[in-house]
């Protein structure tokens, strides 16, 4: 069967070699035949060539007196002589080839055949044939001179004899017998092949059966092998190589046969595994996939507990530092507010990197100014680089506008990062930010970004590994700038997400400079910025300032407004250019100082000028890195006619410089007219509708609001928000998103029904205040009908850029970004005492003289409210209500943590995780240890308010 099935695909190993066999017979048998018949054929021809070749040399001898004498009888003679089958014609002819003599041996030739041969010679000897029939012999007949019968010869003619042409003999014979011959040798020839080839073909068909039958057998074994019957063996009956070659196949087919055992004892326990592993599998998956939604939950979770307090915490300090507090007490309140800060920070910048090596992280596009983004930025850590000590100038390009799209947030917060790292790491110098536009195209434009600063700079190898995860330049054990290494990492990788890549080129000690390029869609929208009027035109102004960036910055913006500048790099070479100008009759319009100059400060340089007779009056505008304190009142009794605070937004400055050149260049007017900057209050004559249920944090707002000059209405949930709302106007609305009894969002999409054309009312701005930083909160604000939101905690500058955002204000402040991302949190341990001091001290502090006690005030509102919360939870558990546990719970660990009462805190959160999760049936068992908890909290805080009474 497999042989057949072999043949079936073609032809057999045998029916090959026979036909190889006989092919290479057969063509060796015709070979050697036709050589055998053309070797007899050239031997007859020449054979019968040399034949009349003899013929025609004999006839010319015998006739070589008869010709010179032209006796044509003894010719006839001659020729006659000649007989045989193979001559067909002789002649006897004169020198001039004319007959003598003929004779035609084949009576049957009709038409003699054409013996013209052309340029025969003398001495020629020509053998041709011309129809391949007859070989025709044209002979000379030569006289031979006898020179022994010559008396007289000469000496040539002694040693040559003179020949002379006496005629020729023509000859013709046929190849006739010769062809006859030839076709009888060929005929006996094929018989003796076709017998050799026969006796060949039968050997080797006899011999080839004996070589491939092992073959066969060797086929015809592998092929039940290859079906399956493994216990089978090839049997070859031949010895040598194919015998050796069975054995070896026999012994892989029993090795094969033995694995063949095995895999079959292994697949009947196979299924089995595949089904234990597949359910391993499906367990890992879901655990994998649980794990996951436990992490974002986690985050989300932690984001919102920490948040909350934190927001009490970074609020009540922002209303202390607002307050009149001791030394001590402002230190301590300053401590509070710089480690809250630190600690968003941190968390802010783990939870990026989780979402970014997430893959979670999702950038957005909108239309932003690039110039006023880099602005803000410079402006928002100018204070910190400021208390440093250090210069922080912005250098960008002269346009007013860059309108661009891509996703600001994300470019900001590189921005902020790469600053802050700036400053943290340098001690004396400056940090440069620089923008320069590289390329433009109809729809894009190009933009370097670098940040460089003169700090401590980096070794090669430091630079190698700056952007990995949890690294720093300065990781010593006696570690001085802190920090959790991750901010270059985030950077990094945002930069990578926005397009570009960040660099950074540095020398140990002499600072560092990171740099990225972006490209970023033009924006569609049309902003033309700041119109720049003519009227600084060909105005002169001297800048003075020790730093060569800045007044490097300073010319070239002047000299895009088309002014003329000179510039000093101290205050003694100010006042020579100011007399020499004055000299000249080109004195200068303005001067811009600056503060802070060695030897001579932008204060006394001010008050020389003043001072100086012979310097016209001119206008002064003061630039300074101090914030408006106490300087600016000095600035004011030398003269200063301006004071803006580095570093100088474009417009700001164009804007001060347009209204000092319209005012009355006399030093006295600047105060008595007020043209002299002050410290903005951020005073909002504004009535506040706040919707939130924690009582905590209802004071924390409402104390920002009032201290910003606010008046403020509270609603304690979404419903009561609705119905201030529908019974009064308000100029913007603070609506917590999580509220019982109606949510932010339901309440302010009742809102946005009450404010429908027709009714009355007016539109009014809605912000949402959420610790909840999912992804999709921003777009479930939107549909709600909100405006905007701000992510809790914030602070009291974060909550005056939303109100001068939203209420058409433009104080002078900074604005800060008012969007954070989740936190983690610390469970309290179990052995802490029932209120921890921290807490209850934090809120001490904040007590300002005359006023009401605050902690006395927060304790009061806990006390009352808390049973009802209590009783609630218990009410929930009770009617199975997940939901009605998770809202009250919430409510009071949020409360709980923010008077220190971490174990009851840690005991609401664990309820508020069973609400969330439906587990109801499960949160029985925690009551009792919440009771337990809750008296014991109580009892403590009762205490407390005693030992407030009795101081």
Same mark, same amino acid.
């Given at each position: 069967?497999?042989?057949?099935?072999?043949?079936?695909?073609?032809?057999?190993?045998?029916?090959?070699?026979?036909?190889?066999?006989?092919?290479?017979?057969?063509?060796?048998?015709?070979?050697?035949?036709?050589?055998?018949?053309?070797?007899?054929?050239?031997?007859?021809?020449?054979?019968?060539?040399?034949?009349?070749?003899?013929?025609?040399?004999?006839?010319?001898?015998?006739?070589?007196?008869?010709?010179?004498?032209?006796?044509?009888?003894?010719?006839?003679?001659?020729?006659?002589?000649?007989?045989?089958?193979?001559?067909?014609?002789?002649?006897?002819?004169? &020198?001039?080839?004319?007959?003598?003599?003929?004779?035609?041996?084949?009576?049957?030739?009709?038409? &003699? &055949?054409?013996?013209?041969?052309?340029?025969?010679?003398?001495?020629?000897? %020509?053998?041709?044939?011309?129809?391949?029939?007859?070989?025709?012999?044209?002979?000379?007949?030569?006289?031979?001179?006898?020179?022994?019968?010559?008396?007289?010869?000469?000496?040539?003619?002694?040693?040559?004899?003179?020949?002379?042409? $006496? #005629?020729?003999?023509?000859?013709?014979?046929?190849?006739?017998?010769?062809?006859?011959?030839? @076709?009888?040798?060929?005929?006996?020839?094929?018989?003796?092949?076709?017998?050799?080839?026969?006796?060949?073909?039968?050997?080797?068909?006899?011999?080839?059966?004996?070589?491939?039958?092992?073959?066969?057998?060797?086929?015809?074994?592998?092929?039940?092998?290859?079906?399956?019957?493994?216990?089978?063996?090839?049997?070859?009956?031949?010895?040598?190589? $194919?015998?050796?070659?069975?054995?070896?196949?026999?012994?892989?087919?029993?090795?094969?046969?033995?694995?063949?055992?095995?895999?079959?004892?292994?697949?009947?326990?196979?299924?089995?595994?595949?089904?234990?592993?597949?359910?391993?599998?499906?367990?890992?998956?879901?655990?994998?996939?649980?794990?996951?939604?436990?992490?974002?939950?986690?985050?989300?979770?932690?984001?919102?507990?920490?948040?909350?307090?934190?927001?009490?915490?970074?609020?009540?300090?922002?209303?202390?530092?607002?307050?009149?507090?001791?030394?001590?007490?402002?230190?301590?309140?300053?401590?509070?507010?710089?480690?809250?800060?630190?600690?968003?920070?941190?968390?802010?910048?783990?939870?990026?990197?989780?979402?970014?090596?997430?893959?979670?992280?999702?950038?957005?596009?909108?239309?932003?100014?690039?110039?006023?983004?880099?602005?803000?930025?410079?402006?928002?850590?100018?204070?910190?680089?400021?208390?440093?000590?250090?210069?922080?100038?912005?250098?960008?390009?002269?346009?007013?506008?860059?309108?661009?799209?891509?996703?600001?947030?994300?470019?900001?917060?590189?921005?902020?990062?790469?600053?802050?790292?700036?400053?943290?790491? %340098?001690?004396?110098?400056?940090?440069?930010?620089?923008?320069?536009?590289?390329?433009?195209?109809?729809?894009?434009?190009?933009?370097?970004?670098?940040?460089?600063?003169?700090?401590?700079?980096?070794?090669?190898?430091?630079?190698?590994?700056?952007?990995?995860?949890?690294?720093?330049?300065?990781?010593?054990?006696?570690?001085?700038?802190?920090?959790?290494?991750?901010?270059?990492?985030?950077?990094?990788?945002?930069?990578?997400?926005?397009?570009?890549?960040?660099?950074?080129?540095?020398?140990?000690?002499?600072?560092? @400079?990171?740099?990225? %390029?972006?490209?970023?869609?033009?924006?569609?929208?049309?902003?033309?910025?700041?119109?720049?009027?003519?009227?600084?035109?060909?105005?002169?102004?001297?800048?003075?300032?020790?730093?060569?960036?800045?007044?490097?910055?300073?010319?070239?913006?002047?000299?895009?407004?088309?002014?003329?500048?000179?510039?000093?790099?101290?205050?003694?070479?100010?006042?020579?250019?100011?007399?020499?100008?004055?000299?000249?009759?080109?004195?200068?319009?303005?001067?811009?100082?600056?503060?802070?100059?060695?030897?001579?400060?932008?204060?006394?340089?001010?008050?020389?000028?003043?001072?100086?007779?012979?310097?016209?009056?001119?206008?002064?505008?003061?630039?300074?890195?101090? *914030?408006?304190?106490?300087?600016?009142?000095? *600035?004011?009794?030398?003269?200063?006619?301006?004071?803006?605070?580095?570093?100088?937004?474009?417009?700001?400055?164009?804007?001060?410089?347009?209204?000092?050149?319209?005012?009355?260049?006399?030093?006295?007017? *600047?105060?008595?007219?007020?043209?002299?900057?002050?410290?903005?209050?951020?005073?909002?004559?504004?009535?506040?509708?706040?919707?939130?249920?924690?009582?905590?944090?209802?004071?924390?707002?409402?104390?920002?609001?009032?201290?910003?000059?606010?008046?403020?209405?509270?609603?304690?949930?979404?419903?009561?928000?609705?119905?201030?709302?529908?019974? *009064?106007?308000?100029?913007?609305?603070?609506?917590?998103?999580?509220?019982?009894?109606?949510?932010?969002?339901?309440?302010?999409?009742?809102?946005?029904?009450?404010?429908?054309?027709?009714?009355?009312?007016?539109?009014?701005?809605?912000?949402?205040?959420?610790?909840?930083?999912?992804?999709?909160?921003?777009?479930?604000?939107?549909?709600?009908?909100?405006?905007?939101?701000?992510?809790?905690?914030?602070?009291?500058?974060?909550?005056?850029?939303?109100?001068?955002?939203?209420?058409?204000?433009?104080?002078?402040?900074?604005?800060?970004?008012?969007?954070?991302?989740?936190?983690?949190?610390?469970?309290?341990?179990?052995?802490?005492?029932?209120?921890?001091?921290?807490?209850?001290?934090?809120?001490?502090?904040?007590?300002?003289?005359?006023?009401?006690?605050?902690?006395?005030?927060?304790?009061?509102?806990?006390?009352?409210?808390?049973?009802?919360?209590?009783?609630?939870?218990?009410?929930?558990?009770?009617? #199975?209500?997940?939901?009605?546990?998770?809202?009250?719970?919430?409510?009071?660990?949020?409360?709980?943590?923010?008077?220190?009462?971490?174990?009851?805190?840690?005991?609401?959160?664990?309820?508020?995780?069973? #609400?969330?999760?439906?587990?109801?049936?499960?949160?029985?068992?925690?009551?009792?240890?919440?009771?337990?908890?809750?008296?014991?909290?109580?009892?403590? $805080?009762?205490?407390?308010?005693?030992?407030?009474?009795?101081?």
């Amino acid at each position: 069967m497999g042989v057949s099935a072999m043949q079936s695909k073609g032809f057999g190993l045998t029916t090959k070699f026979n036909l190889l066999s006989i092919l290479l017979v057969l063509l060796t048998a015709v070979a050697v035949t036709i050589y055998e018949i053309e070797r007899e054929r050239d031997s007859r021809f020449e054979a019968l060539v040399a034949h009349g070749m003899e013929t025609a040399e004999l006839i010319a001898q015998s006739s070589e007196y008869a010709l010179f004498a032209e006796d044509e009888e003894t010719l006839k003679t001659i020729l006659t002589s000649v007989s045989d089958e193979e001559t067909t014609y002789l002649g006897l002819l004169r &020198p001039d080839k004319t007959a003598l003599a003929e004779k035609w041996l084949d009576p049957s030739l009709e038409v &003699p &055949p054409d013996w013209q041969i052309g340029g025969q010679s003398a001495n020629d000897t %020509t053998v041709s044939s011309t129809d391949g029939r007859y070989i025709k012999f044209l002979l000379p007949v030569m006289s031979t001179q006898n020179a022994e019968l010559d008396a007289f010869p000469t000496e040539d003619e002694a040693e040559s004899p003179k020949r002379e042409l $006496l #005629g020729y003999v023509r000859l013709v014979v046929n190849t006739d017998l010769m062809r006859q011959q030839a @076709t009888e040798a060929l005929w006996s020839a094929i018989w003796v092949t076709m017998l050799i080839v026969g006796v060949a073909i039968l050997l080797t068909l006899l011999l080839t059966r004996r070589i491939t039958r092992p073959v066969d057998q060797l086929v015809q074994g592998t092929q039940k092998i290859a079906e399956g019957h493994l216990d089978e063996l090839v049997v070859v009956t031949a010895g040598g190589e $194919l015998s050796h070659l069975a054995d070896n196949f026999n012994h892989m087919v029993k090795q094969l046969h033995h694995s063949r055992k095995e895999v079959e004892a292994y697949q009947q326990t196979l299924e089995k595994r595949v089904e234990e592993r597949t359910e391993d599998l499906l367990i890992a998956k879901e655990a994998a996939e649980a794990s996951s939604r436990a992490k974002s939950e986690f985050l989300a979770t932690m984001s919102h507990e920490i948040r909350t307090p934190m927001n009490g915490v970074l609020g009540m300090a922002e209303l202390l530092l607002g307050g009149e507090l001791n030394d001590r007490q402002r230190h301590f309140a300053e401590t509070i507010r710089r480690s809250g800060d630190s600690l968003l920070m941190i968390i802010n910048d783990i939870l990026d990197f989780s979402k970014i090596e997430a893959g979670k992280l999702e950038l957005e596009c909108r239309d932003f100014d690039l110039r006023n983004l880099l602005e803000d930025t410079a402006e928002l850590l100018a204070e910190r680089a400021h208390n440093k000590g250090l210069d922080l100038t912005p250098v960008l390009p002269l346009d007013p506008v860059l309108m661009v799209q891509g996703d600001e947030n994300r470019l900001r917060q590189v921005l902020v990062n790469l600053i802050g790292n700036a400053i943290k790491f %340098t001690e004396v110098g400056e940090v440069v930010v620089r923008m320069a536009k590289i390329s433009q195209t109809e729809d894009k434009m190009a933009f370097c970004l670098e940040v460089t600063d003169t700090g401590i700079g980096m070794t090669n190898e430091q630079q190698a590994g700056i952007f990995d995860s949890f690294s720093q330049a300065d990781s010593s054990t006696t570690r001085r700038y802190g920090g959790t290494g991750l901010g270059l990492a985030i950077s990094h990788q945002l930069v990578r997400l926005l397009g570009g890549t960040l660099e950074v080129e540095s020398e140990l000690g002499k600072g560092s @400079t990171f740099r990225f %390029t972006l490209t970023l869609t033009r924006s569609e929208l049309v902003d033309e910025g700041p119109r720049f009027t003519q009227e600084l035109r060909g105005k002169r102004v001297l800048i003075v300032d020790d730093n060569a960036t800045n007044r490097e910055i300073l010319h070239n913006q002047i000299i895009n407004w088309g002014m003329l500048n000179g510039s000093a790099d101290n205050g003694v070479k100010a006042l020579e250019m100011l007399h020499q100008a004055a000299e000249r009759d080109e004195s200068y319009d303005m001067i811009l100082l600056d503060w802070h100059m060695p030897n001579m400060d932008g204060i006394e340089l001010a008050r020389r000028i003043n001072a100086d007779p012979t310097i016209p009056a001119l206008h002064m505008v003061m630039l300074s890195s101090a *914030a408006f304190d106490e300087e600016a009142a000095r *600035a004011v009794g030398v003269g200063i006619h301006r004071y803006l605070n580095k570093p100088v937004r474009q417009e700001a400055l164009f804007n001060c410089l347009t209204a000092v050149m319209n005012a009355p260049a006399r030093p006295t007017d *600047a105060a008595e007219s007020g043209n002299t900057q002050q410290v903005d209050t951020s005073l909002f004559n504004a009535r506040i509708l706040l919707a939130e249920d924690n009582l905590v944090n209802q004071e924390v707002a409402r104390g920002m609001l009032e201290l910003m000059g606010c008046q403020v209405t509270v609603a304690s949930n979404g419903q009561e928000a609705a119905e201030a709302a529908l019974n *009064a106007d308000f100029d913007l609305v603070l609506m917590d998103c999580h509220m019982p009894v109606k949510d932010g969002f339901s309440a302010a999409t009742e809102i946005r029904h009450q404010e429908k054309p027709g009714t009355g009312k007016r539109r009014m701005p809605i912000i949402a205040l959420t610790a909840n930083v999912q992804k999709g909160i921003e777009d479930q604000c939107r549909v709600a009908g909100m405006d905007d939101y701000m992510s809790k905690p914030f602070d009291q500058q974060q909550l005056r850029a939303v109100l001068t955002c939203w209420l058409d204000i433009d104080p002078e402040n900074p604005v800060a970004d008012t969007q954070s991302v989740p936190c983690n949190t610390v469970a309290p341990d179990e052995d802490e005492a029932v209120l921890q001091r921290k807490p209850l001290d934090n809120l001490r502090a904040r007590q300002q003289p005359g006023a009401p006690g605050i902690l006395s005030k927060v304790i009061n509102i806990y006390l009352k409210s808390s049973p009802g919360l209590l009783e609630s939870i218990h009410k929930a558990v009770t009617q #199975g209500d997940g939901t009605a546990l998770l809202e009250a719970a919430h409510s009071l660990k949020s409360s709980s943590a923010n008077l220190g009462a971490a174990q009851l805190a840690k005991v609401c959160r664990e309820l508020e995780t069973l #609400g969330r999760e439906g587990r109801t049936e499960t949160a029985s068992f925690l009551l009792k240890r919440l009771d337990t908890e809750f008296e014991a909290v109580c009892s403590a $805080l009762a205490s407390e308010l005693l030992e407030l009474a009795g101081a």
